[in-house]
């Protein structure tokens, strides 16, 4: 797999980062997992063709990580011109939330004739599933959101893609980083041992080897964080960066 950050900043920017958005190209398809409102002008800044967007992987439905969609789907509706189908894979509740988001940001166009076909798959946490030949298994995590808030796992068949989505340490997430190449875990605040909805890096540091992920990278970072990279690295986590390329 190869990993290109989008975005990987917080809800409100911090450090001038887009927000969530990871581009994972795979030998089967080119997914993105979350798309939030920032991240289509992010992806044309990274020179990251939409139209190569196979699938987009939601971990739940706050605007930071799916506020981006109805730009997308309306870029491709009336400037790229798109002409292949695109998926939408999402927590229960995704379709109606896309549709009432669709509707506030551009009224009617809920019954637009699209000119290319796009669809919605609600994944239920805990029941494995699969997006385009790649299997995923998501797991409910402590995050309100209005629908189930997740953390997911997806496989090629041969490498392990997880991330944390937004949330509060929950052991929910032990299952979902073992034994993954990859496990992208949010890392809101440097430290305090209850945030609601989010994981500090206080209470991080001290559960890195019992996620028992391959490499472990702190993302969704506010400017507490962010002023203490290097505590991080030495640590021996990764740190996610917007522009940064991964292979693994």
């Given at each position: 797999?190869?990993?290109?950050i989008?975005?990987?900043?917080?809800?409100?920017?911090?450090?001038?980062?887009?927000?969530?958005?990871?581009?994972?190209?795979?030998?089967?398809?080119?997914?993105?997992?979350?798309?939030?409102?920032?991240?289509?002008?992010?992806?044309?800044?990274?020179?990251?063709?939409?139209?190569?967007?196979d699938?987009?992987?939601?971990?739940?439905?706050?605007?930071?990580?799916?506020?981006?969609?109805?730009?997308?789907?309306?870029?491709?509706?009336?400037?790229?011109?798109?002409?292949?189908?695109?998926?939408?894979?999402?927590?229960?509740?995704?379709?109606?939330?896309?549709?009432?988001?669709?509707?506030?940001?551009?009224?009617?166009?809920?019954?637009?004739?699209?000119?290319?076909?796009?669809?919605?798959a609600?994944?239920?946490?805990?029941?494995?599933?699969?997006?385009?030949?790649?299997?995923?298994?998501?797991?409910?995590?402590?995050?309100?959101?209005?629908a189930?808030?997740t953390?997911?796992?997806?496989?090629?068949?041969?490498?392990?893609?997880?991330?944390?989505?937004?949330?509060?340490?929950?052991?929910?997430?032990?299952?979902?980083?073992?034994?993954?190449?990859?496990?992208?875990?949010?890392?809101?605040?440097?430290?305090g041992?209850?945030?609601?909805?989010?994981?500090s890096?206080?209470?991080?540091?001290?559960?890195?080897?019992?996620l028992?992920?391959?490499?472990?990278?702190?993302?969704?970072?506010?400017?507490?964080?962010?002023?203490?990279?290097?505590?991080?690295?030495?640590?021996?986590?990764?740190?996610?960066?917007?522009?940064l390329?991964?292979?693994?």
């Open positions: 797999m190869k990993l290109t989008v975005g990987c900043g917080d809800a409100f920017g911090s450090g001038g980062r887009a927000n969530t958005c990871f581009w994972l190209e795979t030998a089967k398809a080119t997914l993105v997992v979350d798309f939030g409102a920032s991240a289509l002008p992010a992806l044309k800044a990274l020179k990251l063709d939409p139209n190569r967007i699938a987009v992987v939601l971990s739940h439905l706050h605007g930071d990580h799916f506020g981006g969609l109805p730009f997308l789907l309306l870029d491709a509706q009336f400037l790229s011109r798109r002409d292949k189908p695109l998926l939408i894979a999402g927590p229960p509740g995704t379709r109606a939330r896309l549709d009432a988001l669709l509707e506030v940001f551009f009224p009617k166009s809920t019954g637009s004739k699209w000119k290319f076909a796009w669809s919605v609600e994944i239920t946490p805990g029941i494995p599933d699969e997006v385009l030949g790649h299997a995923i298994v998501t797991a409910e995590v402590v995050h309100q959101s209005g189930p808030s953390a997911l796992r997806l496989s090629d068949g041969a490498k392990t893609f997880a991330y944390s989505g937004d949330t509060e340490w929950t052991e929910a997430l032990l299952p979902i980083a073992k034994g993954a190449d990859l496990f992208i875990c949010e890392c809101y605040a440097y430290e041992t209850k945030i609601s909805g989010h994981i890096w206080e209470i991080l540091k001290g559960r890195l080897a019992d028992g992920a391959k490499r472990v990278m702190a993302t969704h970072m506010n400017s507490t964080v962010l002023a203490k990279l290097d505590e991080l690295r030495a640590a021996g986590a990764l740190v996610a960066a917007d522009g390329v991964l292979d693994f």
